[in-house]
């Protein structure tokens, strides 16, 4: 199932384009310690969530400061950092519990499509699970009675298909389905996970 949800992650690599990006926007690496870079970059990506590290290199050691941005708004929505003394040794260790950190600040919510009504679909899962006015979920469907266990990512013109929360309440939640036309493979019963 975990595998599904990288299709919520992209990691863009310098040869893959990022220099492009840059070179787009007109920023440099050093200009991406700055959130508004978050919404020019935002333009080109289809990206929700940049993350932004930055190496501090200390007279003992190593800091290493990560922070999430949203490219709608510019909003942090994380910040965390990790210290190694061993710059050498320790890094990878550290940097390891720093991904765990990013991990706990989005706690992974899971639930269903438990019924629709009209164009919009009401969720088992509310503020009460984690759930927020922000929150995107991934649809799964439920399987087959010959499969039950083949649950399978939906998508929607090659795109996966995500439940965007439009009211939010203590164990419900209702949302409208992206991108366009994914509303009919949404069904009752569907699995749905956010981060």
């Not at 990790?82 to 710059?87: G, I, K, L, M, N």
């Not at 922000?134 to 083949?150: H, I, N, Q, W």
């Not at 309440?169 to 996970?193: I, R």
Request: proline content about 4%; overall charge negative.
């Amino acid at each position: 199932m975990v595998h599904g949800l990288i299709a919520r992650v992209r990691l863009l690599e310098r040869d893959e384009g990022w220099d492009y990006v840059l070179r787009e926007q007109g920023l440099s690496l050093s200009d991406l310690a700055d959130p508004a870079a978050a919404l020019r970059i935002g333009k080109l990506l289809p990206a929700e969530l940049l993350l932004m590290g930055t190496l501090f290199i200390e007279p003992k050691g190593v800091t290493v400061f990560l922070r999430a941005v949203e490219t709608e708004n510019g909003e942090i929505v994380f910040t965390s950092d990790v210290y190694s003394p061993d710059a050498a040794d320790g890094l990878d260790e550290a940097v390891a519990g720093l991904v765990l950190k990013v991990g706990q600040g989005f706690p992974l919510v899971s639930g269903q499509v438990w019924k629709r009504q009209g164009s919009q679909f009401v969720l088992n899962v509310g503020r009460a699970d984690g759930t927020t006015e922000k929150s995107r979920f991934l649809v799964f469907d439920a399987g087959s009675a010959a499969e039950p266990d083949a649950v399978r990512l939906c998508k929607a013109g090659g795109r996966p298909v995500q439940l965007r929360i439009e009211r939010l309440q203590q164990t419900t939640s209702t949302a409208s389905a992206q991108p366009s036309g994914a509303e009919a493979l949404v069904k009752e019963g569907c699995h749905v996970y956010s981060r």
